[in-house]
Nanobody
Framework: QVQLVESGGGLVQAGGSLRLSCAAS????????TGWFRQAPGKEREFVAA????????DYANSVKGRFFISRDNAKKELYLQMNSLKPEDTAVYYC???????????????????WGQGTQVTVSS
């Protein structure tokens, strides 16, 4: 079982940038499709971005397309989310997640993800 730990959240002004990181505990992480989700107060958890195990495929929610960029470093067992041009509506707890048994494709379906981190808060002030 892989454990995921997010970091890099914080408070930023609108228009600013943040880079989230997610560290995995197991080398099997390199064979998992991984993704980022977020949950704002009073709202359901929603898909943000995903990347296949080989980094050959990525997918983004329309709301972040062109502003957020997902990447990974399998040698370091880390997943990243570069967030640019942040907006107040990006304020949420951000979670990284992993899907075992899927290497070459991505998924935005929350129930496909088996392993989850504890989340990191991102707050964007106007």
């Amino acid at each position: 079982q892989v454990q995921l730990v997010e970091s890099g959240g914080g408070l930023v002004q609108a228009g600013g940038s943040l880079r989230l990181s997610c560290a995995a505990s197991e080398r099997t992480f390199s064979t998992y499709t991984t993704g980022w989700f977020r949950q704002a107060p009073g709202k359901e958890r929603e898909f943000v971005a995903a990347i296949s195990a080989t980094s050959g495929s990525t997918d983004y929610a329309n709301s972040v397309k062109g502003r957020f960029f997902i990447s990974r470093d399998n040698a370091k067992k880390e997943l990243y989310l570069q967030m640019n041009s942040l907006k107040p509506e990006d304020t949420a707890v951000y979670y990284c997640a992993a899907v075992p048994g899927r290497r070459f494709t991505t998924t935005s379906v929350i129930n496909d993800y088996k392993y989850w981190g504890q989340g990191t808060q991102v707050t964007v002030s106007s």
